[in-house]
């Protein structure tokens, strides 16, 4: 019974290394940055 197991632990490290990088997907996020500048004092921008 623990021969068993090994050998399903065994293949299963072997079969996760040898995945091919197709097999996996690309998950990419977008990034979006704003920023602005303000040439006015804060208390003309607060009104």
Known sequence: MKIMIW???AGGCYAATNLKVESMMD?????????????????????
């Not at 998950?27 to 009104?47: E, G, H, L, N, Q």
């Open 27 to 47: 998950i990419s996020y977008p990034i979006v940055i704003i920023s602005t500048d303000y040439t006015a004092p804060p208390k003309d921008v607060m009104s």
């Open 7 to 9: 050998l399903l632990i």
